[in-house]
Structure formats: structure tokens, C-alpha cells
RNA sequence: AGGCCGUUAGCUCAGUCGGUAGAGCACUUGACUUUUAAUCAAGGGGUCCCGGGUUCGAAUCCCGGACGGCCUACCA
């Protein structure tokens, strides 16, 4: 036992261990059959019906010869009520040498008590597993952040908040398979150990495969592997699981999160669009049954239609007309009166990204399509018909954060191959000629879609860090 | 990586001007047969994050370090 907790409650707890197990009781227990979860006990109530109940001890309210306690499982909380005249001298002396956080299995008769509170009066009980441990404080919680995350179990026991957000990433996740499988949308699994990684723009992290004597990638994305289903006749398809980015820890990174990626064959960015807005709505409404989420101080109202700009109009609008009409340096002097740190070997592009980026997406909280972004941004997707310089991609933006980009996938090989090596410069080895080769053998026009889900489940739920809605999230480890 | 803030009992937190280390919960003992944060009485529990310095005297002031949080930076 490496916890730093006091040796009195630890010998204390030890001492009650050994005192049952003199009286009888096995301190670790095996199977008890439930008559159900509490919920479902309760649900079911009837005055005077025997059940089966099962759950931690989370409290307890002595009075001499009988005593309340509170069982906690799953589902709900029940109160358990222990009688001296009515379990008989022994079971109930055991009883009281339960310590808090100590699971028990009970047999009894359901009844109200005097101020209405449903309750189970105890016929007999056994010990299911003794806790030697004390749990946190029972209405304090624990708030200690770094122990919250790196002793999760006592986060999910001391905060009902907490419990909440899991059970809603959760139902998040179902219903958005549920939705595209209703719409005949298949899953599939791709490698996340890759030979060689892409879909996206990322430091990969890098193993070894022992057996084949090679290197091999932790995936950034699924996306070219998704791409050659296209190829393959798969017309309706998405991959929902983790992707690994070897970068920094934030408030709203971590180096392996989850990412739905969705790709509908013979449809565009106007497919996905539709496709995003509705799937987000339906989810809303199911899980947290309304379209207005967020936090008091940055509420998000999701109701249809979502807004739609272009990029350049939103740089525009913040800006002023004439920004492209601008010269490198002009827009330089003016981004930095507006605040943003320039970099003097940036060009046009860049220092209007950094704009884009710095002072404007964090404005955009109810949900935004921006559109039209430049072309050397997105090496995957296709050009806008009307003008070759911008793609014809959605970028999802809510509260302030890019949760989905979407795109007209590019299916041209030829184009493909050169905007590879334009984006990969010296480094050959970030064209997949494997990849180029599956699009040769002919891809259909698609559309295309990712979902930070982590990040969606930040929107909907109002949590402002994405550790709050990863159970377990990377945190640097601690020296033994 | 930089800036700011924090670290006191198992948990949640006070601690004044530098003068004997505190509360609630948890724990122990006792009272109590319908309680609800049960109540009442008594008790045990401390490397005040670590190391150094100033001082008659440091949880408190100074220096260095560790760990954590927030912000910035990095980040498709």
C-alpha cells in the first residue's frame, strides 16, 4: 500500500477485517444475486416485498440498537435499516464493525419509514468486500484536481458531477452510432499501427514492431485507410476510436483522443454539412434534451440552421474590406495593432490564419460552418469550382473551438500526388504512394467528415477541460 | 519553455502583526429502536511539500527546489 493514509484508519480498518472474519464473515466475498440494481428496487417498490440488494456502504446513522445506512450502487442510492431485536444479537454486533466504502450484500423486506424514505429493513446480510481504505469526504467531494485524474475511481465515487459527464459521453457516443447506423452508414476498424502516417498534419508517435524488424506509427487519423474503402465499393462508411498526436498536453489536447471520421461516397461538404448539423441536433436532444448548452457565462443555443461564412468574410468583417487588398507588410502592422504576434518570415496566408485563428475563432460560439479556407491549408480536399485558391470544406466551429472540419473530398490522383509533395517539400517520405496507388484504381466523389468527440462532449456537457471528459487523461507521471 | 497562484490532519479548509497547530467530516469510546450532513458527550490523529537562510523564536519573512493549477507559447 503506497497511499500516504494514516496508519490509525488503515489498522482501524484492518482491526474491524479481522474481527468479522472471527465472526464469520468472508472480508472478500463472491457472487450475491440481486433482485435488481437499487433503481429498478425502487421503481418497483411495494410495501412489505422481500429483495436482494447489493452496493457500497457510503453512510451510516447510529442510534444504539438499530441503525440507518445508506447503500450506493450504479444505478441509485437505497437506505438499509439494521434492527438488534430483528437480526439478532450477533449479525447486528457484526454490522456495526462495517466501515464506510465496504460493499455488502443485504436480504430484507422493503418498507417507508416514518418521513416517506423508501428502505429496506435488513433480514440478513454478508459481507461482499471489505475496503481498508477510507473513500473522501461524503459531501466536500474531492476537488484536488491531479488526484481526481490520477485516482479516477475516487472522483467517480466522491462526485455525482462527474459520474454525470461519463454516463453522457457515453450515451453521446451511442446515439451518433445509432444515428448513422439507422442511416445505413457501416463501421469499420482501421490500423491504428501504421507503416507510414497520414490523413493529417501531425507529429506521430513511433514504435517498433519486433517481429518485422520495423518501424511503425501510432495513426494520426484513419482517413487514407477510410479513403481506400471508398475505392473498395464501400459507399456509406465511419470509424469512431482513438487517434494519437504527439504534441502537448492543453485544456483541450490530449496525445490520444477520440475521432469519428465519416465518408459518404457520391456526396460533398454540402452532404456533410447536413449530415453534422442534424446528427448534432438529434444528440442534443437526446443526451442533454435541449439545444441550449454550454456553460452560464458561454451559453450555446444549437438550433438550426447553423450559420455559414466564408472564411475570408469573417476575416473581413473583423479586419476591414481591404485586407487582401493589402500588401504583406500593411497586413502585418495591422494584425499587430489588432494584438496578434506576426512572424516576419510569414506570408500573406499565414499572418491572415494567425488572425483567423487568434481573433476570430474563439468569437464563433453558437455553431459556425466556415467555408472556403486556402487551399494550401488542406492537401485532401477539393477545390472550389469558382476559384481555385480556396477548397470547398466546411471548418465546424462551436463555442470558439474547431469541433468538425468537413470536406468535398479530392479524388484526382494526379492532383493528389502534387499536393503531397507540395506539403511534404524535402521529406518524400510523407507521400503514401500505397494510398496514391488505391486512388488511381478510381475513388468516387465524396464527402467527408471528423468529430473531435472529446471535444463535442466538452460542448454539450459545458465542461471547459478535456480531461474532464476522458476517464483516464495523460498526465506526466509521477517518480515512484 | 515563460508568467501568476497554490501545497497545513485520511478529505474539505481556516490560521490575524513572526510568539504553544485549528474547525467540520472521517476514526475511537460512551448514550440513543424511524434517522436523513442524525444528535449528544469524551478522545486519538500533524515531516505545516522539501532543503537552506534571517530571527531569541518561522506554517507565517527571504533564497533554491519538487509537485499541481491557470494563462501564454507549442499544437490541423
Partial sequence: M???????????????????????????GRAFARSGRLADVVAAFEEGKPVRVAGRLTTSRDMGKSLFADLRDASERLQVYAMKNHLGEESYAAFKRLDLGDHIGVEGTLFTTRTGEKTVKIDRWELLSKALLPLPEKWHGLKDTDQR??????????????????????????????????????????????????????????TRYEALDTR???????ELYLKRLLVGGYDKVFELNRNFRNEGLSRTHNPEFTMIEIYEAYSDMRGMKALVEAMVVHVAEKVMGTLKVGTDEAPI?????????????????????????????????????????????????????????????????DPTFVTRLPAELVPLAK???DDPSVVDVFELVIGGKEIAPGYSELNDPIEQRKRFEAQAGEDAQKVDEDFLTAMEHGMPPAGGMGIGIDRLVMTLTGC????????????????G
Avoid at 4 to 17: A, D
Wanted: aromatic share 10%; with cysteine.
Fill in 383 to 385: 477545390r472550389c469550382e
Fill in 464 to 479: 471547459d477541460a478535456i480531461r474532464d471528459v476522458i476517464l483516464f487523461p495523460q498526465l506526466k507521471p509521477r517518480e
Fill in 216 to 222: 511503425m506509427y501510432l495513426r494520426i487519423a484513419p
Fill in 301 to 365: 443555443n444549437l438550433t438550426p440552421p447553423w450559420r455559414e461564412v466564408p472564411y475570408r468574410d469573417l476575416v473581413k468583417e473583423r479586419m476591414g474590406n481591404d485586407w487582401f487588398a493589402l500588401d504583406k507588410a500593411d497586413m502585418g502592422r495591422k494584425a499587430d495593432a489588432a494584438g496578434v504576434h506576426i512572424d516576419p518570415a510569414w506570408g500573406e496566408a499565414e499572418i491572415t490564419q494567425e488572425v483567423y485563428s487568434k481573433l476570430i475563432e474563439k468569437t464563433l460560439q
Fill in 149 to 206: 485524474y490520477r485516482q479516477r475511481y475516487l472522483d467517480l465515487v466522491a462526485n455525482a458531477e462527474s459520474r454525470q459527464v461519463f454516463a453522457r459521453r457515453s450515451a453521446i457516443i451511442r446515439e451518433i452510432r445509432e444515428y448513422l447506423c439507422r442511416l445505413d452508414f457501416q463501421e469499420v476498424e482501421t490500423p491504428m499501427m501504421q507503416p507510414q502516417p497520414g490523413g493529417a498534419a501531425a507529429r506521430p508517435f513511433i
Fill in 2 to 28: 503506497t497511499e500516504p493514509v494514516s496508519n490509525e484508519i488503515v489498522e482501524q480498518r484492518l482491526k474491524n477485517m479481522e474481527a468479522l472474519r472471527e465472526m464469520g464473515y468472508r472480508p472478500f
